[in-house]
């Protein structure tokens, strides 16, 4: 489950469309290594400038756009190899360009990989990546109960 939580000042990401082109964008990252797309999750968070403070400094309504994006990677974790996160963070920007970078606003992101055994979607445990039970999934572009999803032996959820 990659969740993106993207932070803006009033007057960013003020369309429906440009929200949906975004969240496309995003969706499409993660649907052209194998997953799910229901697994992507998009949150805009519209704050008030008078709200935010870079360098102990309010943030003022003249100065460029200051778009924060916090990013929860749960389904995949990477090796923990500088070439695979290299290769990821360039997969980010190249998603940012159109939506943030081109636009000049100022930009920071971070990513978090959470702990796979910490993850359910109605009460079932995601199946491994690439399984046939995720292919499933992916087919069917939501969860769907198969052997293994209720380990504790039976259904807490559905």
């Known amino acids: 489950m990659p969740l993106w939580q993207i932070y803006h000042p009033p007057g960013t990401f003020t369309t429906s469309t440009e929200k949906e082109a975004f969240s ?13 797309a229901f697994y992507v999750i998009v949150q805009f968070h519209e704050l008030d400038p008078k709200n935010v403070f ?7 309504k003249t100065a460029k756009p200051f778009v924060r994006i916090v990013i929860a990677h749960i389904a995949i974790r990477l090796p923990d190899a ?4 290299a290769r990821v963070t360039a997969n ?7 939506h943030v970078l081109d636009k000049g606003y100022d930009v920071e992101y971070h990513v ?19 399984s046939e039970a995720e292919q499933l999934w992916v087919r069917e572009n939501r969860p769907v109960v198969y ?11 559905l």
Do not use: H
């Not at 870079?54 to 003022?60: F, P």
């Not at 109605?122 to 491994?128: E, F």
């Open 24 to 36: 496309k964008a995003i969706t499409e990252n993660y649907t052209s290594v194998g997953l799910p």
């Open 147 to 157: 052997k293994g999803a209720f380990p504790e032996g039976g259904r807490t959820a």
């Open 92 to 98: 980010i920007d190249r998603v940012l360009k159109p």
């Open 82 to 85: 500088d070439e695979s996160y």
């Open 54 to 60: 870079v360098g102990g400094e309010q943030r003022s």
């Open 112 to 130: 978090d990989e959470t702990e796979r055994r910490m993850w359910k979607i109605n009460g079932m445990i995601p199946p491994p990546w690439k």
